[in-house]
């Protein structure tokens, strides 16, 4: 019998129990993408709170490309030395943390008109209504190399590993996409074609890290677009060649799904008519029977009964929360003192704030209407 507390590898990884923090965007960086103290306090509460690896917020490789205001930068040589002392105080807490690298495309609102937003090809996305530039192979290159520089900044300021954001209607995503990626090069085409671009961001961080850093990604189990999106069948495709490369561990997620939310509560991190709770669990456990290396699931794990049952029916290595522990940082630590410990998280969704995203219930009283 598994126990979700007890110590597990994520390749030659020690992690103290089978916990990770998901990647939050938490707005809380300066403009620039530089971090400051209320970052720190923020991963070291999350550090101390009982989970054994934190993904950091995604952050932008390209200076010019930001889709989120507050998040993380990982453009320059600058930020070595800045993410020093996150990577310090979460590792002083016995905890690890990987860094979370995306670049964000045409899901995005932010500083839409000053800036280019590429995507693999020149196709409406009707969630933002932008329509990117098609990228030319030379800039594809261009962002091939920023993954990988992202990665050795990474390495070089204490990062246990690197995670690639590839699903959530990010770049990645839709050049995963057979509606968002129409291209007939080298980029384009079949499943394995459509995912070359993540194949080669994989060989280039290999060149620029060292042979053993941890690489991870985060997938869509399925784009929920029926045969229009990146389906299951892809994905798992997919997953079976990353676990050939060497990936590290593979999170699975899912959707968004191809709309706004139709109510303000709708969680856009569920399945229509799926489990109510550790949602994409039908799918994940299908992949970590495929492959070798650990399988993360992510989205709506709210209960120990519910995880502990799937750790030991499946092959399923990881749990990862991400609203939960906006709510409450050392829930982890709840439940390790109390299995029964129902989180206050309703799986609102409304986290997503002006100021800094948070939850709801944490809010002063006069925010919070
Ligand atoms: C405020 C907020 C910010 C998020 N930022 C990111 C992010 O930077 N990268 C990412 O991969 N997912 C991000 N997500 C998605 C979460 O990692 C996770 O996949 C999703 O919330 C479902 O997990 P949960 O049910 O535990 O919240 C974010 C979610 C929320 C609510």
Known sequence: MKALFEPAHMGQVDLKNRFFRSATWEAMAQENGHINQAVLDHYEALAKGGAAALITGYAHVLKEEQPNPRMFGAYDDSFISDYRPLTQRVHENDCRIFFQLVYGGSFTWYNTKSREIWGPSA????????????????????????????????????F????????????????????????EDVFGGSSEKRARVIFDIFEEIR?????????????????????????FADCLALCKKLDAMGIAAVEISGGPVFRPPKTEKESTFAVENGPKESYFSPYARKIAKAIKAPVILVGGNRKMETMENLLNETEISFFSLSRPLLCEPDLINRWRDDKSYRPKCTSCSQCFAPDKNSCIQNRPKAEAV
Do not use: W
């Open 123 to 158: 196709v409406t996305n009707k969630i933002s209504d932008i329509t990117p530039k098609e990228m030319t192979p030379e800039d594809i290159q261009t962002l091939i190399k920023a993954f990988g520089q992202a990665a050795r900044r990474a390495m070089e300021a204490g």
């Open 207 to 231: 060149k620029t890290t060292t042979s053993d850093f941890p690489i991870l990604i985060k997938l869509n189990c399925s784009d929920f677009m029926g045969d229009k999106g990146f389906t």
């Open 160 to 183: 246990d590993g690197v995670q690639l954001h590839a699903g959530h209607g990010y770049l990645l995503n839709h050049f995963l996409s057979p509606f968002f990626n129409r291209r």
